[in-house]
């Protein structure tokens, strides 16, 4: 069984970055491909970013595309999300997910795709 740990959330203004972690422990994440989501009091979890196993294929949504960047490390287990140009619309609690893929090119976006998720960070952004 994976356990997944999101760290790097926080306070930050409006216009500021802030960068997330998601790390892996207990089975490799190099099968897995991996993805970013995030929900917002009242709102229903909302995808955000996903990689491929392979590394190669990211896909993001169109509310955060250009803004925000997906990347992984597989010799250190961890996945990150590179938040820029952060807007108080982007506050919410942001959790990691992991699908667990044959193909190392599929880029999942569904929640009931993924298999694993972490218990979330908090990211606030102030204006």
């Known amino acids: 069984q994976v356990h997944l740990v999101e760290s790097g959330g926080g306070l930050v203004q409006a216009g500021g970055s802030l960068r997330l972690s998601c790390a892996a422990s207990?089975?490799?994440?190099?099968?897995?491909?991996m993805g970013w989501f995030r929900q917002a009091p009242s709102k229903e979890r909302e995808f955000l970013a996903s990689i491929s196993r392979s590394g190669e294929n990211t896909y993001f949504a169109a509310s955060v595309k250009g803004r925000f960047t997906i990347s992984r490390d597989n010799a250190k287990n961890t996945v990150y999300l590179q938040m820029n140009s952060l807007k108080p619309e982007d506050t919410a609690v942001y959790y990691c997910?992991?699908?667990?893929?044959?193909?190392?090119?599929?880029?999942?976006?569904?929640?009931?795709?993924?298999?694993?998720w972490g218990q979330g960070t908090q990211v606030t952004v102030s204006s």
């Open positions: 997910a992991l699908k667990w893929a044959s193909s190392p090119w599929v880029t999942p976006t569904r929640t009931v795709e993924y298999d694993n």
């Open positions: 207990g089975r490799a994440l190099s099968s897995a491909a």
